[in-house]
């Protein structure tokens, strides 16, 4: 196991703005405790849309594209930092193929924090439940109140899913535009570069490429969601390389095949238009099993090798 | 600027539980932009209590004790991994000077999630506006809907101090015992090891080490809140060392005086009986100016030496 020398590990609190809240009433609490009560006044000013970026320099990168990590729906950045079952995660992967690697925390979501509602947002989030998690991310079978059994071949660690709910947290849906905003400035900051999106942020990767083809060298979408309507004209990027990763066990969720069925469509406007949009189909190319969270499961080092083959080949 | 050399860089949730929730509506909302309605059903388990922490393993430590870093309330990780003017944060520097660092985000905080309220949480959550971080901060003078002039000498970086109000997330009033159980399973996976906590942090960390004293070799407590009241009896810490670090500008605050009587009281109770209760009052050793954050400090290195200074010669 190398090694990995860095020159830097520093974090970024990127985009945002301030909001004002008043009218709210004045409580009075004991905030530290055995320190007596004191007023508490949380009428101010509040940063919102702001995102959490942490960036890993190596001293050496193999590679001038640092990778952005963007979780999907629901999650944080720490889906790319370990493994349910205790492996490394892709973050160390990268990283040791030669990547500075900026791992981030969308707008709302992990240490990118968030904000009150209704006074800032206007809703309240959602959250995902353990069991729908268990569904939605193609582990196994529903079961009334709990688990049910794993799909056969099933590669995720499905016995230590419950270390991977330890990682969801709420999301709210209609934010999508405030997202963007932030994920704008941070291609700004970091671009250009390759972005990899897990699910939802695989769709905010294939949204920003277009808003902002310049600095983006590559999106690469694992099972990513949310896709761009297919153009009716020109394709902001068509010229930027695109692959879509895709797992296993789809015959179990009719919900996921309309959702790949979105980006079958835009991936062929690409195609359409002369782009590079590429599928990595998993069990087509001999690996069976994999779940929505390839990266999680035990043969998740062969799919991001195979990942980073294509990278190199269609970035060079 | 030497290098950091790692053979490990990995994240981990701590402790916590599942809560089962039931009898929510069924919403029908989209979930996946373009990927029309579904239904939403929010019934069924959560993870609640739980807290994240990131390793960091040196190649070739100089230490033998990892320095786990816990933050203040309201506030996150990030605040040990870059400074608001753009400068690497104290975990760099401590990887520099040859410790391993975990940086945690306590229960509710962050990356750990957090849970519905009020099915789980009883209660919503406090916000601190920035106004009221300008104050409490010890930043500078207050003033009618905006910030005042910085203290005279401040060495907080006050023309970034938006970059840490964009830091600042919700928090909790009573969860203490949830986040204190969290930490204890913290200590059994890393201890023997250093804590430094900021604020409440530090008071944590403070009563983590009463707790379970043979998992603590030394408390580092950076302007540190919520102390435990001086023990009658034996003091179940003594044979820790302790360390209290205090900024500058307490004269504008009888909160800040309030709250230091406190560690003041407990630090007494630990001499006393014997231990190792030591205070760096910065500007008595001739740094003047900080804030309450001084590893945000434009002088923040300086204060960290002195730190270091200490903590080797109280481990050895």
Redesign the interface.
Same mark, same amino acid.
């Given at each position: =196991?190398p090694?990995?020398?860095?020159?830097?590990?520093?974090?970024?609190?990127i985009g945002?703005a301030?909001r004002c809240?008043q009218d709210l009433p004045i409580?009075h609490?004991? =905030?530290?405790?055995? *320190? *007596?009560q004191?007023a508490?006044?949380?009428?101010?000013?509040? /940063?919102v849309g702001?995102m959490?970026a942490?960036e890993?320099r190596l001293?050496r990168p193999r590679s001038a594209l640092p990778v952005l990590l963007w979780h999907g729906?629901g999650m944080?950045?720490?889906q790319w930092?370990?493994t349910p079952d205790g492996r490394?995660?892709w973050?160390?992967r990268l990283?040791q193929a030669g990547h500075d690697v900026v791992v981030c925390?969308a707008v709302e979501r992990?240490?990118a *924090?968030?904000a =009150?509602f209704p006074e800032i947002y206007a809703e309240a989030p959602?959250?995902?439940?353990?069991?729908?998690a268990w569904r939605l991310f193609r582990i196994g079978h529903a079961a009334p109140g709990g688990y049910g059994a794993p799909f056969a071949g099933q590669r995720f660690p499905s016995q230590c899913f419950?270390?991977l709910?330890?990682?969801?947290?709420?999301r709210w849906?209609g934010h999508?535009a405030m997202a963007a905003a932030a994920y704008d400035a941070l291609l700004q900051r970091f671009g250009p570069c390759v972005v990899m999106g897990h699910s939802?942020g695989g769709?905010f990767a294939a949204h920003a490429a277009c808003r902002q083809p310049q600095l983006v060298r590559a999106v690469i979408g694992i099972e990513p969601?949310? =896709?761009p /309507?297919p153009h009716a004209g020109p394709q902001p990027a068509a010229a930027i390389a695109h692959l879509a990763v895709w797992g296993d066990h789809f015959e179990h969720s009719p919900?996921w095949q309309?959702?790949r069925a979105?980006t079958d469509a835009y991936w062929q406007g690409l195609a359409r238009a002369g782009g590079r949009a590429d599928v990595l189909d998993l069990p087509a190319a001999g690996l069976r099993g994999n779940s929505h969270f390839c990266m999680l499961d035990t043969n998740g080092d062969e799919v991001l090798q195979r990942v980073l083959d294509w990278l190199k080949d269609s970035t060079q």
């Open positions: =196991m090694e990995v020398c860095l020159r830097k590990i520093q974090s970024h609190f945002g301030q809240v409580q609490r004991e =905030m530290v405790r055995n *320190g *007596g004191r508490l006044d949380m009428n101010g000013s509040y /940063a702001q959490y942490m890993y001293a729906g944080t950045g720490a930092e370990s490394e995660g973050l160390w990283l925390d992990g240490r *924090g968030w =009150m959602v959250f995902r439940s353990a069991q729908e419950d270390e709910v330890k990682q969801m947290v709420p849906i999508e939802q769709g969601t949310g =896709m /309507a919900q309309t959702y979105q």
